[in-house]
């Protein structure tokens, strides 16, 4: 068969493909943006970063010295799967500040509760060997480190 | 947002001007030079900028004036050596082909619009990134940008409360360096220049990956990769996340189009140096850049001989020396991933569940990266069938690129197989990264063995269009060797 036939078909068949791929790309990334809205609208703030840091840990925040070690209480042990998200939301709002559990780290002049519910808390911190300078809502609290 | 795009300026006009330094004059139109220039420059300027900005705080002169006085005092040189070269541009016209080129153009536009707008909604519901964005690499940042008294904690080995998994203080830091870079610069650690970043980065590979392709073959096929690329919806959904996996995918894309480039223009200095400047960032932005680093040099050993390795070693050896800094002196700690005893290795190896539970997961990652209607590799087959593919001898010439990709599959198979997290745990937290950093740099190499889509009508002397567009493409595909 002579080329004049067999080309056009070939760059017909080209053509066809080439669109029907740019059309379901298309498609495809329409399907992608209609998921992330959905995402948007069902998963706000999934692990609790925002509300630790514009709520729950900015009046903390301006508290405690701008560095150096603070120490971490927290109702939630790590051991639960809350309490890893817990701990990490805490240090990412108050870094640079390094946060560490006051059971590896009781040398911390500070330290901030992180509590899930209403306890004492003031009990909490003295057997940490700490005391309760304040209670700052939404389960934060601030303490230093008792005097001998 | 607007001081955080400021800040990143300086970052991308210093890219750009080392990318017209190093990359020989295209005859190209002007919007692909400049879209490939652009897009590269983009990887390069935050990547030097990052390493600028960790070796001042390593010498404890991190503070704003330093760092804007030594950027300044970059971005000078570069632009003098650059008036200086007086490049003599090749401005061409595009090669004959694809008369659909503007239902590609319209296409790729209205998807890279449902990106950004994608990548918008993302940010607003996640304005500081997701697990690993504020666990790891942006609580790092906050350490580096909070001055001499914090920056070590970015490594050191009791952060995160040494949880496994949350702590990694061997971690390169070229994300956390450029983000702790903008926050010292704009005086705040307001999510915006993360989330800056992350678009930046995810816009420079769709970008780099498109122009380069246009570059080397033609337009059509840089459109119709961005097209895959934006329905590949591992990489979109990923893009918003501020990890740095795009970032690597970005410098792995890069260093494989400059080796393609440099292979086809026989090797020419600048290229090369682009090359390993490239990869070395890749090193500097995560450790599978180490082994990719490794594996694209022998690569380039072997294709373009001794010289060739030495001037990509020669671009590698900042970001290099600058792990190497980092991992020998600074860190303190180690990931806790790896068994104790070759005893346990070997267990671990010799265990066939594990194999098959690694290349399920992997199977399972490649099928999930898209919906099954649009899924790359399903448009990447049409393509392939419809356009045709390249001789066999073009392949063997350009399949070596995929060499060190899938080297660093094979790396990261590896480390699979002796970890001592929980297999299914580590394969769930992460294979679905692994395969989007080398996806933009796998469609690359794709779509140089699919044929270019040319034009129906038939030529008036009675040769095909075809041929006579693939004629001209290789006229175009050649490079000036000279170095600059």
């Known amino acids: ?148 | 947002m607007t001081a955080a795009v400021l800040a990143i300026l300086p970052a991308i006009a210093l890219g750009w001007m080392i990318v017209r330094l190093l990359l020989p004059p295209i005859a190209r139109p002007a919007w692909i030079r400049g879209l490939f220039e652009i897009s590269l420059g983009i990887g390069v300027g935050l990547g030097l900028t990052s390493c600028f900005y960790f070796v001042l705080r390593w010498a404890g002169a991190g503070g704003r004036g330093t760092v804007l006085a030594v950027e300044a005092a970059a971005l000078a040189g570069a632009a003098w050596l650059l008036v200086r070269a007086r490049r003599k541009e090749q401005d061409d016209s595009p090669p004959p082909g694809f008369s659909w080129t503007w239902a590609l153009r319209t296409a790729a536009a209205v998807a890279l619009i449902l990106f950004v707008l994608g990548l918008g909604e993302s940010i607003a519901a996640s304005p500081h990134g997701e697990w690993d964005a504020w666990s790891i690499w942006n609580v790092k940042a906050k350490f580096l940008a909070g001055g001499a008294e914090t920056w070590r904690d970015a490594f050191a080995a009791d952060a995160a409360a040494k949880m496994f998994g949350a702590s990694h203080p061997g971690y390169p830091l070229l994300l956390s360096a450029s983000v702790a870079r903008l926050w010292t610069l704009t005086g705040d650690t307001s999510p915006e220049a993360p989330a800056a970043l992350s678009v930046l980065f995810a816009l420079a590979t769709a970008g780099l990956l498109a122009g380069a392709l246009a570059f080397l073959r033609a337009e059509p096929v840089g459109l119709l990769s961005v097209l895959v690329l934006l329905a590949t919806g591992g990489f979109t959904s990923q893009a918003s996340f501020q990890y740095a996996d795009i970032p690597l995918s970005l410098y792995i894309l890069a260093t494989v189009a400059l080796l393609a480039s440099a292979a086809a223009a026989n090797w020419p200095a600048g290229l090369l140096v682009l090359a390993g400047l490239c990869a070395g960032f890749a090193a500097w932005t995560k450790n599978e850049g180490l082994p990719f680093l490794l594996l694209a040099t022998l690569v380039v050993l072997w294709r373009g001989r001794a010289r060739s390795a030495a001037w990509m070693a020669a671009g590698a050896a900042p970001a290099v020396l600058l792990v190497a800094g980092l991992k020998l002196f600074l860190v303190r700690g180690a990931e806790a991933m790896f068994p104790r005893t070759a005893a346990e290795t070997f267990a671990k190896l010799a265990d066939p569940s594990r194999w098959l539970h690694i290349a399920a997961s992997f199977a399972r990652n490649v099928w999930e990266l898209a919906v099954w209607w649009a899924h790359p590799i399903l448009l990447l087959a049409a393509l392939a069938v419809t356009l045709g593919v390249v001789t066999k001898k073009e392949a063997v010439s350009r399949l070596w690129l995929a060499l060190p990709l899938a080297g660093l599959l094979a790396a990261d198979f590896a480390i699979y197989l002796v970890t001592t997290a929980d297999l299914t745990w580590h394969l769930g937290t992460s294979m679905s990264r692994l395969v989007v950093q080398v996806w933009p740099a796998t469609l690359f190499v794709a779509f140089l063995l699919i044929r270019p889509p040319v034009s129906l009508a038939p030529s008036p002397a009675g040769a095909p269009a075809a041929r006579r567009g693939a004629a001209r493409d290789r006229r175009h595909r050649k490079l000036s060797a000279e170095p600059q």
């Open chain 1, 1 to 148: 068969m002579s080329r004049k036939t067999t080309l056009p078909a070939a760059g017909a068949r080209a053509l066809v493909g080439v669109l029907a791929v740019a059309a379901l790309a298309v498609l495809a990334s329409l399907n992608s943006y209609q998921g992330t809205v959905e995402d948007r609208r069902r998963l706000p703030d999934r692990y609790g970063v925002e509300s630790s840091l514009e709520q729950r840990f900015a009046s903390v925040s301006v508290r405690l010295p701008a560095s150096g070690a603070v120490g971490y209480l927290s109702d939630v042990p790590f051991s639960d799967p809350a309490g890893t998200p817990a701990f990490l939301a805490a240090q990412y709002a108050l870094a640079p500040r390094l946060l560490v559990p006051v059971d590896t780290h009781g040398a911390a002049e500070w330290a901030v509760g992180n509590f899930s519910r209403p306890s004492d808390f003031a009990a909490a911190g003295a057997r940490a060997g700490y005391t309760m300078t304040a209670q700052m809502g939404n389960g934060v609290v601030l303490y230093r480190k008792a005097k001998p």
